[in-house]
């Protein structure tokens, strides 16, 4: 059992007009989080010439192609206008193809090309390497990944209401 040297950010008292200081937030806490993940991203995705959110893209395709437009946008949390630039740069770097499905003209199905399942051989590189930069153990991952996964469902659920 490890004692505490340092208070955690929550124990440190609001200041004097009941708001609680930036680093008690958790809005805070998970958007620093979120920016340095993608700054570890950077560099590891160059060599395939992806962005973080195309790679999060390829993956979802990875799992699953093809899928709708719609299908992918609920996966990655994205509406269709941030979703479609995203779609057309990786298209137009030969990664995946857009079709109209032929069952219903209205939906776009999308699927990655030969050259974009090839890249998920570097894919597997990326993966690794960021295990290497955590500094939680295997169990700490899990817990706060299934932590992290019901606040994500209770904040859709909240934003649907």
């Known amino acids: 059992m490890t004692t505490r040297t340092t208070p955690s950010p929550l124990d440190v008292p609001a200041d004097f007009a009941g708001i609680p200081k930036l680093e008690q937030h958790l809005c805070f806490a998970l958007y620093s989080a979120s920016g340095l993940m993608t700054r570890l991203y950077r560099p590891l995705l160059e060599p395939l010439g992806l962005?973080?959110?195309?790679?999060?893209?390829?993956?979802?395709?990875?799992?699953?192609?093809?899928?709708?437009?719609?299908?992918?946008?609920?996966?990655l949390g994205l509406d269709s206008a941030t979703l479609t630039p995203l779609?057309?740069?990786?298209?137009?770097?030969?990664?995946?193809?857009?079709?109209r499905d032929a069952a219903d003209e209205r939906r776009?199905?999308?699927?990655?090309?030969?050259?974009?399942?090839?890249?998920?051989?570097?894919?597997?590189?990326v993966s690794?390497?960021?295990?290497?930069?955590?500094?939680?153990?295997?169990?700490?991952?899990?817990?706060?990944?299934?932590?992290?996964?019901?606040?994500?469902?209770g904040l859709r659920e909240a934003g649907a209401d």
Request: net charge neutral; hydrophobic share 40%.
């Open 128 to 153: 690794a390497a960021m295990r290497c930069h955590s500094v939680l153990d295997g169990d700490e991952l899990k817990s706060l990944h299934h932590s992290l996964t019901r606040l994500i469902d």
């Open 51 to 75: 962005t973080y959110p195309q790679y999060l893209t390829m993956l979802a395709l990875w799992e699953h192609a093809p899928r709708t437009v719609g299908e992918l946008g609920d996966a």
């Open 108 to 125: 776009v199905l999308v699927e990655p090309t030969h050259q974009g399942q090839a890249l998920r051989e570097g894919a597997k590189a």
């Open 87 to 99: 779609l057309k740069r990786l298209e137009a770097n030969g990664l995946v193809t857009r079709r």
